[in-house]
């Protein structure tokens, strides 16, 4: 004969077993702080501030000046403006665009030149040679028309516009549009001479 035992009583007892198993878990999870939490939202308000260094431009109140020293292509240029005693009035309020040119332009200069005009007896010259390259105002690329434009040396620079293409005396404008407080640089691959002034003579 075979007895057959119900299994009712052992599903009730591992039901109740269960039951206490998860009784402490819940407990012990209700009874976590709520402060707990970590918030993982991002405060807009907190986001990096992005690196202005890249743009030196971007940093108020940088004058022509001071956009010509940190960008690192004008060395030769700032040089020659503090041997000119011109940094300080390229550092006021303006406002001035200057055709800036770059180091490889100075470079590009008969072997020697450079050397002459940052001498204080060339100082003169210097601020001819220096001063041709800035004109009174704000003038942006959207603004140059083709013509002759005045500069503070006293005589005009040959400008030409083409299909969106800017030559100053033949130099050709590499980048137009460097902001500064005071002013606007466009930089340029070539130094302007103005007319009379012969730098191989020095």
Request: charged share 15%.
């Amino acid at each position: 004969m075979r007895f057959s035992l119900s299994n009712k009583p052992f599903r009730k007892l591992a039901g109740l077993c269960a039951a206490l198993l998860i009784l402490p878990v819940a407990v012990a999870c209700d009874n976590q702080p709520t402060d707990t939490v970590v918030d993982t939202t991002v405060d807009p308000t907190e986001a990096v501030t992005p690196d202005v260094a890249t743009d030196p431009a971007a940093a108020e109140g940088d004058t022509i000046v001071d956009v010509a020293t940190a960008n690192g292509s004008f060395n030769t240029l700032v040089a020659a403006l503090q041997a000119a005693d011109l940094a300080e009035t390229l550092s006021g309020p303006g406002p001035y665009t200057v055709f800036a040119p770059t180091d490889e332009a100075f470079a590009a200069l008969p072997e020697g030149v450079l050397d002459k005009l940052l001498l204080p007896e060339n100082k003169e010259v210097l601020t001819q040679i220096l001063t041709y390259h800035v004109v009174d105002g704000a003038v942006t690329a959207a603004d140059l028309e083709t013509g002759m434009v005045p500069t503070l040396e006293g005589n005009d620079v040959d400008v030409v516009v083409d299909a969106g293409a800017v030559t100053v005396n033949g130099a050709t404008v590499v980048q137009p549009d460097v902001t500064a407080s005071n002013g606007v640089i466009h930089v340029i691959d070539t130094v302007l001479i103005p007319e009379g002034v012969d730098p191989a003579a020095l």
